[in-house]
């Protein structure tokens, strides 16, 4: 996120852009978390 806010701040970027891409940013994160969370339950399951 740091690396857009940059690109916004030296003007790379515009406003519409940055809270596009920062949508995008947070939807990544989410999907990841709940990959990781489906991968860790699994993990625990098989091991049992």
């Not at 740091?2 to 994160?29: G, P, Q, R, S």
Request: a negative charge.
């Amino acid at each position: 996120m740091e690396h857009l806010i940059t690109a916004f701040d030296e003007k790379y970027i515009n406003e519409e852009l940055l809270t596009a891409l920062n949508e995008h940013y947070k939807n990544c994160l989410k999907e990841l978390n709940t990959d990781i969370k489906y991968l860790k339950t699994a993990k625990q399951t098989s091991n049992q």
